[in-house]
């Protein structure tokens, strides 16, 4: 692409599409690279979402998403289904090159690459990934019906995890290192009234067993520091996430945890031009309805700049 764009959005979700909703209606003709893969963000992975406004009896996560992108396209955003590999934005023109080969040119950049599910980091975690090792409730649950797996985690997604598995599962164990859920009062409530989730308080999965696939997993109790042995055939890594900062954590400020700095109060980075917006920046509120927020603001403070420059 020899022209310049006014916008290129990098990423999806609910802050990409947001972005590009706004960014469309103010007639700045965005593209938005959407990835490969990760077209949607989190939410393509999670089941019903309850609190997003508008929606009395909640709506899942997929379908949000769907509406969002449809939304954009029909205010004429340019949804490319395609992966930013490359990106240079340290001049007045940034460049961006896609999974195909293709380069794209634009005047300011919008950043909404989101966040990426965090490992325990165990060797067997990684060997054993699609295996009985997933990060993924909705995509795997299926798979392991009348099963006893783990979940390890305690927070919403964790508690959110534990709880749709028990459509599938014969028992839940729901591990967590402290002695309490870290979860919304209502979503703990729900875990803890369930019959089929048991609670694993104060221990942490140290090793995970098995040749071929999950067959055990090894456990610490972060109190006494006894080390035990419990069969599962399944493991729910939910224990968080961490920004995908990949492209851009050499040219643009992060803090201490891998997060895009903005400038207080607005989206703005630390680079002229360039934005960024939802669980990028956020590790604080990070739910649908915030990251949409930013994803609002990253376009006006977009528009506000090009109409500036």
């Known amino acids: 692409m020899s022209e310049v764009e006014n916008l290129v959005i990098v990423g999806s ?22 990835g490969s893969v990760t077209a949607g963000g989190a939410l393509m992975n999670t089941t019903e979402v309850e609190n997003f406004p508008g929606f009395i009896d909640g709506i899942m996560g997929p379908d949000l998403m769907d509406a969002m992108r449809k939304q954009a396209k029909r205010f004429g955003a340019n949804l490319i289904t395609d992966d930013i590999v490359e990106m240079d ?9 896609d999974g195909s080969g293709n380069t794209v040119k634009a005047k300011s950049v919008i ?14 975690e990684k060997r054993l990934s699609g295996r009985g090792v997933s990060w993924c409730a909705t995509c795997d649950g299926f798979f392991f019906r009348d099963q006893t797996i783990a979940v390890v985690g305690g927070g919403d997604s964790a508690v959110e995890e534990a709880t749709f598995l028990t459509k599938f599962a014969s028992k839940v164990v729901l591990i967590h290192r402290r002695d309490s859920l870290r979860a919304s009062k209502i979503m703990a409530e729900r875990a803890l009234s369930n019959p089929k989730i048991e609670m694993l308080w104060n221990t942490e999965v140290i090793d995970v067993l098995g040749a071929e696939k999950v067959e055990a997993l090894s456990l610490k109790n972060t109190v006494t520091g006894e080390v035990s042995k419990r069969d599962f055939t399944g493991l729910f890594v939910a224990i968080g996430h961490d920004p995908r900062n990949e ?33 990028l920046v956020d590790h ?11 994803g609002c603001q990253s376009a006006l403070d977009a528009e506000k700049f090009l109409s500036h420059h």
């Open 247 to 279: 492209l851009v954590k050499d040219q643009v400020t992060l803090d201490a945890e891998g997060y895009v700095v903005v400038e207080n109060g607005s989206t703005r980075t630390n680079l002229t031009g360039v934005f960024a917006c939802g669980d």
């Open 284 to 294: 604080t509120y990070r739910q649908a309805i915030t990251a949409a927020g930013t």
């Open 111 to 124: 950043l909404a690459m989101g966040s990426a599910y965090r490992e325990i980091g165990l060797e067997n």
């Open 89 to 97: 934005l340290s001049g007045p023109i940034k460049v961006l090159k």
């Open 13 to 34: 979700g609910p802050s990409g599409y947001t972005a590009a909703i706004y960014a469309a209606r103010a007639q700045l003709n965005p593209i938005i690279y959407e």
